[in-house]
């Protein structure tokens, strides 16, 4: 097929579908046609590589791969439901960045689903749900980073180290205290119940702690704990200068896992489990 990326763009667009609550999706055998996958038993042993790696990335894949069927005509009058599964944008993403790279197609899906993300969130088209996800998902990209130079500058005692940032960040209580303050069950991830300003103050405290410990070339856990809590505590002072709400006193949003989870039942619920 080879089309240029154009052309590519528009079929993946003509085959993307919208759920009842706005989010978008697209079928796993409509995926599989546009990345020229002669067989679904190829393009599903990509697809479980892309859910292991979900997986591996802290992504839960039932939120992002739900499977289903469809209808298919095998012979005259003939007809069987074959395995189909509905895919998130993320998902999407996911089976691009794991399939055959040598494929043109693959790199223009590759370059599709990072550009549409983009685009929906400088646009606002993006949900609710949708921009939590996403900062969710780079808080956790940020935090991968930070540990890795806290790695090289000698912390061995992780715990502490992040312990400090929260610290900074949210006058004086850790992760234990935040979670009381905030009505939560200690099994609770705090970061899965914050909103988009809580995880947004979260991303700036972990990105920033990251670049001053390379910049600095802070060396020794100590200094690198110091580090994390101070540049937190600036980040924290800046929210008091500009009038924001202390994190600390931020209302717990509901689960992105347990809304997530909501959001693929409901679009199950919505299409039915067979298509014809």
């Not at 101070?230 to 896992?257: F, H, W």
Request: charge should be positive; hydrophobic fraction near 35%.
């Amino acid at each position: 097929m080879n089309l240029p990326y154009s052309d590519f763009a528009d079929q993946l667009e003509r085959a993307k579908q919208v759920a009842p609550d706005g989010s978008e999706y697209w079928l796993a055998r409509d995926l599989q046609t546009q990345l020229t996958y002669d067989t679904w038993r190829s393009f599903e042993t990509v697809l479980e590589k892309a859910r292991i790696g979900a997986g591996s990335a802290g992504v839960d894949p039932a939120n992002h791969f739900v499977q289903t069927g469809k209808m298919v005509v095998i012979g005259s009058d003939t007809q069987r439901v074959v395995a189909d599964w509905f895919l998130s944008r993320y998902a999407c993403y996911m089976i691009a960045m794991t399939a055959d790279s040598s494929k043109p197609e693959v790199a223009h899906a590759q370059t599709y689903f990072a550009i549409q993300t983009r685009q929906k969130e400088i646009e606002g088209q993006l949900t609710e749900l949708e921009k939590r996800e996403l900062l969710r998902e780079r808080v956790r990209d940020a935090n991968k980073a930070l540990n890795e130079a806290a790695h090289v500058a000698g912390v061995q005692r992780f715990g502490i180290f992040h312990d400090a940032g929260y610290k900074g960040l949210y006058g004086g209580l850790g992760v234990k205290a935040i979670k009381a303050r905030k009505g939560l069950a200690e099994k609770d991830d705090l970061l899965d119940r914050a909103g988009r300003a809580e995880l947004a103050a979260n991303e700036f405290r972990i990105t920033q702690t990251e670049e001053k410990i390379a910049r600095d070339k802070i060396s020794g856990e100590e200094r690198a704990v110091t580090t994390h809590f101070d540049v937190a505590l600036k980040v924290r002072n800046t929210i008091r200068e500009i009038g924001g709400t202390m994190p600390e006193n931020l209302p717990p949003e509901t689960s992105l896992k347990k809304l997530t989870s909501a959001n693929a039942k409901k679009l199950l619920k919505g299409k039915g489990k067979k298509e014809s």
